[in-house]
């Protein structure tokens, strides 16, 4: 009987013990995610793009574990372009376009440039019909066709791409990120569609697998760019620094 | 007493793995600045117009400014609306029209173009930076929460042109907390 109970007893023990084995050899991700609060005074703008926060640093990083962090992609305000030819008559110097989509506010204000590209041409908007959407256009000269180039402010929403990017300058002791990392980097809505002046969270997670290597210190951005009507795009990156467990 | 050795020799087994689960399992630690990072550049738009081949097309009046350049003869400018400092890099790309394309390069040629871009304080035309696909650092440093740096731009068109379809393009400005 007491062979009988002490077997009983190491069996009990072993089967622990290999629950521990299991539990110690597995990964355990963890992280904090915490969306930043923005000192008084210094709260973004809501009618400019924004991306927040502008730095995000991860440590005790390992093989096999996870972090996570909620970033924030803020609209602005949308801008729209369109191209139209217009035609004038002898003696005509004004026309008028219909805009696929509204103005904000219904408002002259919200045409942010216009121009032609007959030289000729001295083009200003002048009047908006906001039922029918459409643009009147002055200072055209007569007898010419030309194509007018339109951006303005629309109440529509717009699409952001969210993407990983390997550095073009690095954080100081930083290296730049290991073959793979971007494979590593997860955004969660890359193509978000939002509306002007709406805020989004977007979960990236960085998943290093098992048996992967990295330096010690190493560095990767999250870019974010808006679609843009004009010719100059804007990308806002959020600086990633990443340390390894030890350093 | 034999078999309180065994059951001693087993009860250590099972502690230790625990502790070395406990030195394993230092959590990821995760951080971020209370900041957020936006910028704007205006005009939006830059309309070139008419290009004949191997013309120069400066986007301040169409004439070639005086050195170095000062805010009067800069176009463009870009505003820093973040409550942080930032670094600009910039970079150009090919103008397209379907599938046909004016290259973008160091040196003109047919349907290949060059595009050259300074900031306000550029000492002279050799000074400005030829753009390319790749981003180079633009602007270094702009100061926070409403600092503004001018800049302008000339492009030199192609030496011939294989089509007269009118070609649209893009700058890309790309901002980051300095380092």
């Known amino acids: 009987m007491k062979k009988f109970m002490m077997g009983v007893l190491i069996i009990g023990l072993l089967a622990l013990s290999a629950c521990s084995f299991s539990g110690g050899t597995q990964p355990i991700p963890t992280s904090t995610s915490v969306i930043p609060t923005l000192p ?11 991306l927040s926060p502008g730095r995000v640093q991860i440590g005790n990083f390992y093989p096999g574990a996870t972090a996570e962090w909620n970033i924030l992609v803020h609209n602005g305000e949308n801008s729209c372009k369109i191209e139209y030819y217009i035609g004038t008559e002898a003696g005509e110097t004004a026309g008028s376009v219909v805009l696929p989509e509204g103005l904000v506010g219904g408002s002259l204000s919200s045409v942010v440039s216009l121009v032609s590209n007959y030289l000729g041409d001295r083009p200003s908007s002048v009047g908006y019909n906001v039922g029918k959407k459409e643009l009147a256009i002055s200072g055209l000269a007569p007898s010419t066709t030309r194509k007018i180039s339109i ?10 791409s969210i993407y990983y990017k390997e550095p073009d300058s690095l954080t100081e002791g930083f290296s730049m990120p290991p073959i793979g990392a971007k ?17 989004r969270e977007i979960m990236v997670s960085v998943v290093m697998p098992q048996g992967a290597t990295a330096p010690n210190k190493w560095e ?28 | 007493m034999r078999w309180w050795i065994l059951v001693l020799v087993i009860c ?14 230092v959590s990821v630690t995760i951080n971020a600045t209370p900041d957020y990072l936006s910028i704007t550049n205006a005009p939006v738009a830059w309309n070139i117009g008419a290009i004949e081949k191997s013309t120069v097309h400066w986007a301040h009046g169409n004439t070639t400014p005086a050195f170095p350049l000062d805010n009067g003869n800069c176009t463009f400018t870009i505003t820093n609306n973040a409550p942080v400092n930032v670094d600009v890099d910039i970079k150009g790309g090919n103008f ?3 599938a046909y394309k004016w290259a973008i390069a160091p040196a003109i040629g047919s349907d290949t173009y060059t595009m050259k871009v300074g900031i306000n304080g550029t000492a002279n035309l050799g000074a400005m930076k030829t753009l390319t696909e790749s981003y180079q650092e633009f602007v270094s440093d702009l100061g926070l929460s409403g600092n503004t740096t001018k800049w302008e731009a000339v492009l030199y068109a192609p030496s011939s042109f294989a089509s007269s379809a009118t070609v649209s393009g893009k700058i890309y400005l790309s901002a980051r907390v300095v380092s």
């Open chain 1, 220 to 247: 990767f951005w999250i870019g974010v760019a808006q679609a843009s009507a004009g010719m100059v795009q804007v990308e806002l990156c959020s600086r990633w620094t990443v340390e390894m467990r030890g350093y």
């Open chain 1, 40 to 50: 008084t005074g210094y709260e973004p703008p809501e009618a400019q793009t924004w």
């Open chain 2, 96 to 98: 397209t029209a379907g």
């Open chain 2, 12 to 25: 250590s087994l099972v502690v230790l793995p625990q502790v070395a689960e406990a030195a394993s399992s």
């Open chain 1, 183 to 199: 494979d590593w980097v997860i955004v969660s809505d890359p193509s978000p569609v939002l509306a002007p002046k709406e805020t």
């Open chain 1, 151 to 160: 951006v303005y402010l629309s109440p529509e929403p717009s699409t952001f």
